[in-house]
Nanobody, 125 residues
Framework: QVQLVESGGGLVQPGGSLRLSCAAS????????IGWFRQAPGKEREGVSCISSSDASTYYADSVKGRFTISRDNAKNTVYLQMNSLKPEDTAVYHC??????????????????WGQGTQVTVSS
């Protein structure tokens, strides 16, 4: 059974940091591109970052570039999202997702087929 479970969210002050984890089970994470998405209340879901499995290339939305870092630990079957210099506008539910159709590179992803339940990130003073 394929599962993705996010953790690491919470309440943090502006300028603070959090590290989100996306633990995969039921498949080998190193064979798939993995994406992070977020959705704030009343807003559309936004792609935040992606990491390829084929060459470990990474991609970031302009809104988080330079502040967020995506990484993977294949031995732990886990993808991480390190978030630094957090801003109130980063407040959202963050989800990780597996690339569908066996896509191994972020540029080749046409859909995501499995999603985690999400973890809440709140940036507020």
């Amino acid at each position: 059974q394929v599962q993705l479970v996010e953790s690491g969210g919470g309440l943090v002050q502006p300028g603070g940091s959090l590290r989100l984890s996306c633990a995969a089970s039921g498949f080998h994470l190193d064979y798939y591109a993995i994406g992070w998405f977020r959705q704030a209340p009343g807003k559309e879901r936004e792609g935040v970052s992606c990491i390829s499995s084929s060459d470990a290339s990474t991609y970031y939305a302009d809104s988080v570039k330079g502040r967020f870092t995506i990484s993977r630990d294949n031995a732990k079957n886990t993808v991480y999202l390190q978030m630094n210099s957090l801003k109130p506008e980063d407040t959202a539910v963050y989800h990780c997702a597996r690339a569908g159709l066996g896509a191994t590179h972020c540029e080749g992803v046409s859909e995501y087929d499995y999603w985690g339940q999400g973890t809440q990130v709140t940036v507020s003073s």
